[in-house]
């Protein structure tokens, strides 16, 4: 079967009014290009860890600006920390340093 590098996501409904929006807005606060996202999706195309495995960075970083953290600490292990992604994106965003941060993050609230 022929691979388009994406796959169609399950439906669901969002209720970011129940979300916890505390971290997402620390983080905003802390790398404020983070709201210069324009959603292209270049920082996971040019992902080393995307080659191997279903890792999106994009999708990560999406879901914890809406409060969503789920399955993060899991999916945030398959990055290389390799700083690919960060030139590639159109917008300037350290995003090598968002994962850090994000997974410095989790580390902390499972504690
Ligand atoms: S490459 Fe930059 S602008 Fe594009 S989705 Fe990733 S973080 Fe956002
Ligand atoms: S730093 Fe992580 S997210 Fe960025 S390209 Fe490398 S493996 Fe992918």
Redesign the pocket.
């Known amino acids: 079967m022929t691979s388009w590098g994406y796959s169609i996501s399950r439906p669901r409904s969002i209720d970011i009014d129940r979300n916890d929006m505390s971290y997402s807005k620390e983080l905003l606060r802390e790398y404020p290009e ?1 709201q ?9 195309a040019a992902c080393t860890a995307a080659n191997f495995t279903s890792f999106s ?2 999708k990560v ?1 999406t879901l914890v600006r809406r409060g969503e953290y789920q399955g993060m600490a899991e999916e945030l292990e398959k990055c290389m920390l390799c700083g690919k ?1 960060r030139l ?4 300037g ?1 350290n ?1 090598r340093q968002i994962v850090l941060t994000i997974k410095k993050h989790l580390a902390n609230r499972s504690r």
């Open positions: 983070l210069t996202c324009i959603a292209c999706g270049n920082c996971t960075l994009r970083h992604c590639a994106c159109p917008r965003i995003t």
